[in-house]
């Protein structure tokens, strides 16, 4: 299962107090990001960086209902 960490994923016309709760949010996770300022000069867009998996995981047998085995 490889994992690629180089999809952008981008935020637009966020206001200071949504970009500071989603950088405080995925530092803590470890992402790579950067904030940008908008064009509308109070607004700020984001880029992060966010993982991809080439495929879902697998659901558990417990989670399956017995109709569909």
Do not use: A
């Not at 880029?47 to 209902?65: A, G, H, I, Q, Y």
């Amino acid at each position: 299962m490889s994992i690629s960490l180089n999809t952008p994923f981008r935020y637009t016309r966020l206001s200071q107090d949504e970009v500071d709760f989603l950088t405080h949010h995925y530092q803590q996770r470890g992402y790579r990001m950067k904030k940008y300022l908008n064009e509308d000069v109070r607004l700020w867009d984001l880029l992060v960086c966010l993982p991809e998996r080439d495929r879902f995981p697998k659901t558990p047998f417990s989670m399956l209902n017995p109709l569909w085995r």
